[in-house]
């Protein structure tokens, strides 16, 4: 794929069915907890987008047994346990993969460093440095970022009140909490994504969690994990983008198959139906405790602004770039909130994104936690505008869809970058007609 792309807008709508590519979140917890199991674990639908294959490349190098049976289905043995690596860790450009490994690294018997590439290594590991370092972890940081030197401790629990909602904070103090003597629990403000609850609760893990004076509490022990087969379902975060797509793009109907629904993660589908978006779910069922449904997009002619704040936040985090690429196609303002923690992300999505897109001539102020969106729903996006992305693949494929109901065609530069998630984006937008 060339580094550079001309987005023409488009004349004819979106149709048809896709499937979309397996939930990074769970792709990534499958291993990283399956390790654990010391046993074998088949992983169909695994993600092989350059985030996950960090997390199994690390996994090999701690002695992770892998057998590819097709290009995503795999299996796993940990029967002997993690071993210590014999190089450095290298965990690409994901953010997942260095802070949820630290928490198991932090209390092996075993030292081991992790890094990663420019992007990820300018990125805040404070927040899982902190607690893991008060239940007893040994963690050398370059003014806490990468890379991570971390020395095998014993452990011992905690109770960590999280100033944050934060899914890879909890994730990273709960795996740890695996190996350290008592109960360790963590405290959110707001419940984040628990694909890691799910997870650890279907390997049988010793976790509860509860809800206690508005707070979110889930704790967990030291456990044997029974290793079980897991089926990934798709990426809710890579279904946003044709959701939105056929949304704004006139008379489209798309249909996508197999999308992971939990709760923690369903955000934007809230936020779809709020902004008069028409948008169903169809057969709707369980896989190994996580929902998993087909989405029907239609295109919505009457959408509408509103305020996004609070405790959906960390239900949508990462959708919200294509949620502002929404909002300018609604009519009304379009109020974010609460959302500062875009900041961190592998760019400043919040003054990135608004000086970006109004270089189209839409109108986003950008705020400390979020954004201003004026649009009156029929002023189309000029267009003709070069896009950088900032290595930043959400930004990218943003980018993209916006350009699809542009005036005039957009340069997007450094496309490469949407291969850090979804090597595929483009080739299913071609499916339903690009």
Same mark, same amino acid.
């Given at each position: 794929?060339?580094?550079?792309?001309?987005?023409?807008?488009?004349?004819?709508?979106?149709?048809?069915?896709?499937?979309?590519?397996?939930?990074?979140?769970?792709?990534?917890?499958?291993?990283?907890?399956?390790?654990?199991?010391?046993?074998?674990?088949?992983?169909?639908?695994?993600?092989?987008?350059?985030?996950?294959?960090?997390?199994?490349?690390?996994?090999?190098?701690?002695?992770?047994?892998?057998?590819?049976?097709?290009?995503?289905?795999?299996?796993?043995?940990?029967?002997?346990?993690?071993?210590?690596?014999?190089?450095?860790?290298?965990?690409?450009?994901?953010?997942?993969?260095?802070?949820?490994?630290?928490?198991?690294?932090?209390?092996?018997?075993?030292?081991?460093?992790?890094?990663?590439?420019?992007?990820?290594?300018?990125?805040?590991?404070?927040?899982?440095?902190?607690?893991?370092?008060?239940?007893?972890?040994?963690?050398?940081?370059?003014?806490?970022?990468?890379?991570?030197?971390?020395?095998?401790?014993?452990?011992?629990?905690?109770?960590?009140?999280?100033?944050?909602?934060?899914?890879?904070?909890?994730?990273?103090?709960?795996?740890?909490?695996?190996?350290?003597?008592?109960?360790?629990?963590?405290?959110?403000?707001?419940?984040?994504?628990?694909? #890691?609850? &799910?997870?650890? =609760?279907?390997? !049988?893990?010793?976790?509860?969690?509860?809800?206690?004076? +508005? /707070?979110?509490?889930?704790?967990?022990?030291?456990?044997?994990?029974?290793?079980?087969?897991?089926?990934?379902?798709?990426?809710?975060?890579?279904?946003?983008?044709?959701?939105?797509?056929?949304?704004?793009?006139?008379?489209?109907?798309?249909?996508?198959?197999?999308?992971?629904?939990?709760?923690?993660?369903?955000?934007?589908?809230?936020?779809?139906?709020?902004?008069?978006?028409?948008?169903?779910?169809?057969?709707?069922?369980?896989?190994?405790?996580?929902?998993?449904?087909?989405?029907?997009?239609?295109?919505?002619?009457?959408?509408?602004?509103?305020?996004?704040?609070?405790?959906?936040?960390?239900?949508?985090?990462?959708?919200?770039?294509?949620?502002?690429?929404?909002?300018?196609?609604?009519?009304?303002?379009?109020?974010?909130?609460?959302? #500062?923690? &875009?900041?961190? =992300?592998?760019? !400043?999505?919040?003054?990135?994104?608004?000086?970006?897109? +109004? /270089?189209?001539?839409?109108?986003?102020?950008?705020?400390?936690?979020?954004?201003?969106?004026?649009?009156?729903?029929?002023?189309?996006?000029?267009?003709?505008?070069?896009?950088?992305?900032?290595?930043?693949?959400?930004?990218?494929?943003?980018?993209?869809?916006?350009?699809?109901?542009?005036?005039?065609?957009?340069?997007?530069?450094?496309?490469?970058?949407?291969?850090?998630?979804?090597?595929?984006?483009?080739?299913?937008?071609?499916?339903?007609?690009?």
């Amino acid at each position: 794929m060339n580094n550079d792309i001309t987005v023409n807008p488009m004349t004819m709508p979106l149709h048809g069915e896709i499937t979309i590519p397996s939930d990074k979140s769970i792709s990534h917890r499958s291993i990283i907890i399956g390790a654990l199991t010391n046993g074998k674990v088949k992983i169909s639908n695994f993600s092989i987008c350059a985030d996950c294959l960090s997390t199994l490349n690390i996994y090999k190098n701690l002695g992770l047994e892998v057998e590819f049976l097709d290009e995503k289905t795999l299996i796993i043995n940990s029967k002997n346990g993690l071993t210590p690596p014999d190089k450095m860790l290298d965990c690409g450009n994901s953010g997942t993969s260095m802070r949820l490994i630290t928490g198991v690294l932090s209390g092996q018997k075993f030292n081991s460093e992790l890094f990663g590439d420019e992007s990820l290594s300018k990125r805040p590991m404070k927040r899982i440095i902190e607690p893991l370092t008060l239940m007893g972890a040994r963690i050398e940081s370059n003014d806490y970022k990468a890379p991570l030197k971390i020395k095998g401790s014993k452990l011992t629990a905690i109770k960590y009140e999280s100033k944050i909602a934060s899914a890879q904070v909890k994730s990273s103090i709960l795996l740890a909490g695996l190996f350290a003597s008592g109960e360790t629990t963590v405290v959110e403000p707001y419940l984040s994504r628990n694909h #890691s609850e &799910l997870m650890l =609760k279907y390997f !049988d893990s010793d976790i509860k969690e509860e809800k206690f004076d +508005n /707070k979110y509490l889930t704790s967990i022990r030291s456990s044997f994990l029974l290793p079980k087969d897991l089926y990934i379902p798709g990426d809710i975060s890579s279904a946003a983008f044709f959701m939105v797509a056929a949304a704004i793009v006139k008379g489209s109907d798309v249909v996508i198959k197999n999308v992971g629904l939990n709760e923690t993660r369903t955000g934007i589908i809230d936020v779809m139906k709020q902004m008069n978006a028409d948008i169903e779910i169809l057969d709707l069922r369980i896989l190994n405790n996580e929902p998993v449904g087909d989405i029907r997009v239609k295109y919505s002619p009457d959408l509408k602004g509103i305020e996004i704040k609070g405790e959906i936040i960390p239900r949508l985090i990462d959708e919200i770039p294509i949620i502002t690429v929404l909002a300018l196609n609604a009519e009304g303002k379009t109020v974010i909130k609460d959302a #500062s923690d &875009l900041k961190n =992300k592998e760019s !400043d999505r919040i003054n990135s994104l608004a000086f970006e897109l +109004n /270089k189209m001539n839409a109108d986003i102020i950008p705020t400390q936690d979020g954004f201003i969106i004026n649009s009156n729903g029929k002023k189309q996006l000029s267009g003709g505008a070069e896009l950088n992305c900032y290595h930043d693949h959400r930004l990218i494929m943003s980018f993209y869809v916006a350009s699809l109901v542009s005036k005039k065609q957009n340069k997007i530069n450094d496309f490469k970058w949407v291969n850090t998630s979804f090597p595929e984006f483009l080739g299913l937008f071609n499916r339903l007609g690009v």
